[in-house]
């Protein structure tokens, strides 16, 4: 099989450590931060980031929201929600492509610090998530964001919250986003697919299996939890889906678009080959990285336009 000279490399080095592996919650918290900011690309300037803090169950989160410019008209935006398996990483730990992709897109970029397994299982994320978009929709106007252009978007496990986030919005029959990014997206907490278990690159099966475990303990098989599994899958916004060939996941991927699609919804699925989990965040090692988040730009922004407001 394929795989990119730069993903070689990263791989290698993996293998090739002398650091011993994170056992607790904490240590892995700090092990795949670390790792993250030190694979990504330079984080080139926006016109300005601010903390938004919103009420959700329970309490608040905070969300790091980047404008791309000044403007006095609204601009759309795009709620991003982080991977890490609803356990580890933050906003933060995606600076950089949160910049490029305000910039590229001309969009706000807000990421939710949602709350995370083991302290706060499913389906807290997801409430948190969901609650995120509720709100930036009702209150876009006081933020100068177009409450008409509002798309969500995730890697990993933050693409899984994304696609529940469609899912809830039309269980509720709520207005949902305008669009959705799904990267190398968890869809099946229950999978047993074959890429699960011959895609052993940086994330594997058993990795995998204690994520879930801790985040989602017995409701693998709840629509909430796992997407895939949602029946009816019609009248969910239009999608771009993008997983890679070396990802254990890609099969759920790739199965997800083509339900999609039978259900009517305008998909968009590509396949990255050679590369591995994570790679969009990895510009700083993997150029690849930096061509998937200006591809995910060029949908949003081709997105955003079908619904420029009047003038």
Partial sequence: MYIDPAARSF???LE???????????????????????MAPPAPD??????????????????LVYRPRASSAALPAVIFFHGGGGITLSPEDFDATS???????DCVVIVPRYRQAPEHPFPT?????????????????EFGIDPDRIAVAGDSAGGYLAAAVCQEAKRHRQRGPLAQILLYP?????????SRFDRAYFVTEEALKRTVDLHFGDAVLDPRASPLREPDLTALPPALLITTDLDPLVDEGRAYAHRLRAAG??????????????????????????????????YLRHAFDRFLPAR
């Fill in 46 to 63: 926006v016109h300005e980031i601010v903390t938004l803090t919103i009420p959700v169950e329970s309490g608040s989160i905070d969300c």
């Fill in 11 to 13: 791989l290698a080095e």
């Fill in 99 to 105: 910049r490029m992709l305000a910039l590229d897109a």
């Fill in 186 to 194: 968890m869809l099946d907490m229950a999978g047993a697919a074959p």
């Fill in 125 to 141: 994320p997801l409430e948190d998530c969901s609650a995120t978009h509720s709100w930036v929709g009702a209150h876009a106007g």
């Fill in 16 to 38: 090739n450590s002398s650091e011993p592996a994170p056992e607790t919650i904490a240590e892995q918290r700090v092990a795949f931060s670390a790792l993250w900011r030190s």
């Fill in 265 to 298: 919804i305008p998909v968009s699925y590509f396949c990255y080959e050679g590369q591995v989990h994570g790679f969009f965040s990895f510009g700083g090692r993997m150029e690849e990285g930096n061509r998937c988040v200006a591809h995910v730009a060029s």
